[in-house]
């Protein structure tokens, strides 16, 4: 047979049970993610900012990191509403090496998911312990949801996932803010589309059940830049596209009108230093036009402790195994100068 069964994994319900949140918790996450879709609705006139590492691979640099991010946090929380970007799903493109915290070696190499599962919640948790924030994760795998639902605050669904038909289905179940990158082809009407089914309620089968869900009026769209047919990058994150978003999204019954800019991937070639001009000229239009204020509610940036990526295996601590991220220092400067911008 094509599939071997090696183990059947715990449930959502028995790993919340076995590592809960802790009850204090549970209404700091509630309140986040109220003001999460306050601004998405135009209802707080603070800024999303969506930022960390590229793949959350390591609990101790991450934490570190929340921990730094959580003392920023106290002189900006007036103008910005901080989401940790803490993305244990997150694998090489390729699906080659490293494939996210939750594929976890067991002693023979092989991987544990059990283990994977376990170590993606404790790192959640204790990120929040730590820095009193709830963050955000790239849901890559739409069955993992059960896992971290009472924890998270922010979900995102990635390029080569918002054209599946489960994570859009998926997605208008969740109970917190989600952003739908667009696609790698840069189309989006497909982004609009992922969007519109994530807004509206289905029936469907999930996790071996048949589910309903209600539709989730805070899905929005993430403009991450695009890739064409040569491989060359296509930024989207330029007044003209925002226009067109703009005018996109007044031609669709969607709720809630918003994006997210992303000012890495394809908006920077992947040319992590330019995150910091990227989100200044995406601020700076958003004071030349007011829709285009109104439209575009934050930034999703990639940093870590240390600049840059490594390869698995050098074992440089807070640096990416993936994605090149911005290091702490221009990162702490950069929030700054965007509170004092929006």
Known sequence: MSFTFVQALPTPAEIREAYPLPAAFAELKQKRDQEIKNVLAGKDPRFLLIIGPCSADNESAVCEYVSRLAKVNERVSEKLLLIPRIYTNKPRTTGEGYKGITSQPDPQGRTD???????????????????????????????????????????????RSVEDQQHRLATSGFDVASGMKNPTSGDFNVMLNSVFAAQHPHEFTYRGYEVRTDGNPYAHCVLRGAV???????????YEDIVRLIDLYEKRDLKNPACVIDTNHSNSNKQFCEQIRISKEVLQNRKSNPAIREMVKGLMIESYLEEGCQKIGEGIYG?????PCLGWEDTERLIQEIAEMV
């Open 319 to 323: 640096k990416s195994i993936t994605d």
């Open 113 to 159: 998911f059990k283990a994977g599962l376990i170590a993606m919640r404790k790192m959640q948790i204790h990120a929040i312990e730590v820095s009193g924030l709830t963050a955000a994760d790239e849901m890559l795998y739409p069955d993992n949801w059960g896992y971290v639902q009472d924890i998270l605050s922010y979900v995102a669904i990635g390029a």
């Open 228 to 238: 064409n047919k040569r491989g060359n990058n296509t930024p989207n994150y330029h």
